[in-house]
């Protein structure tokens, strides 16, 4: 199943750029055109439908893998590797998050490159000769402890996984094995993969309008 989807997600990327060099037209950004209108459509909805998703799921899912803990023995043993994991993952996340943000921007019509990044040279997280990593420290602390409602709507990535963290770690030590919250969470978690899985199914179709409209 995974090996034919990449093969259709190959596919369409190769037929994207094939026909957007053949046939598109750069003036269709612009000047406006039906297919690439419907092109556009498909690609803002994909995309919509995978940012509708990406908090939920990071904090469902966090909270759902950390609740299966059942006893905080385990917990305290497998500390070590959950704090290495959530580190490490939390970096990929934030890594591939800054490349899509300043490299393809998949959320406006007309993506910025590296140069549109330069426009905020003067604005740096770490300035020469000050305290400056006191000021990062402060706005990771800032970001992570964020209120959850307000990390979710606004896709704070660090703030959501600090909170599902919080919440799993709470809800394994004050709450008995028993009790209906774990299966909740856990109902909730699956009715978000069932949903991620019908958006990766159309992942060839939305690989195909992104990679056309990039091409242009």
Request: proline share 5%; glycine share 4%; aromatic share 10%.
């Amino acid at each position: 199943m995974a090996n034919n989807l990449t093969v259709q997600m190959l596919a369409a990327a190769v037929m994207a750029v094939t026909l957007a060099l053949l046939f598109g037209d750069p003036s269709w950004t612009t000047s406006g055109n039906t297919i690439y209108d419907i092109i556009a459509l498909i690609k803002t909805t994909f995309l919509a439908a995978l940012r509708m998703l990406i908090a939920p799921m990071i904090f469902f899912s966090l909270i759902a893998g950390i609740s299966n803990i059942s006893e905080a023995a385990s917990l305290k043993r497998l500390g070590g590797y959950t704090v290495s994991y959530y580190l490490v993952t939390t970096l990929i996340a934030i890594s591939i998050g800054l490349f899509v943000v300043f490299f393809v921007h998949p959320w406006t019509a007309h993506p910025p490159t590296l140069e549109s990044t330069l426009t905020f040279a003067p604005e740096r997280m770490i300035d020469p000769g000050s305290d400056s990593i006191i000021a990062i420290l402060q706005k990771l602390a800032l970001m992570a402890f964020a209120n959850p409602i307000s990390s979710l709507a606004s896709l704070n990535i660090v703030g959501i996984v600090t909170s599902a963290v919080l919440f799993g770690l709470a809800m394994v030590i004050c709450l008995p094995a028993s009790s209906p919250l774990f299966q909740l969470v856990k109902d909730i978690n699956a009715l978000i993969m069932k949903i991620l899985s019908w958006v990766i199914a159309l992942l060839p179709i939305g690989i195909f309008a992104i990679i056309f409209d990039f091409t242009l």
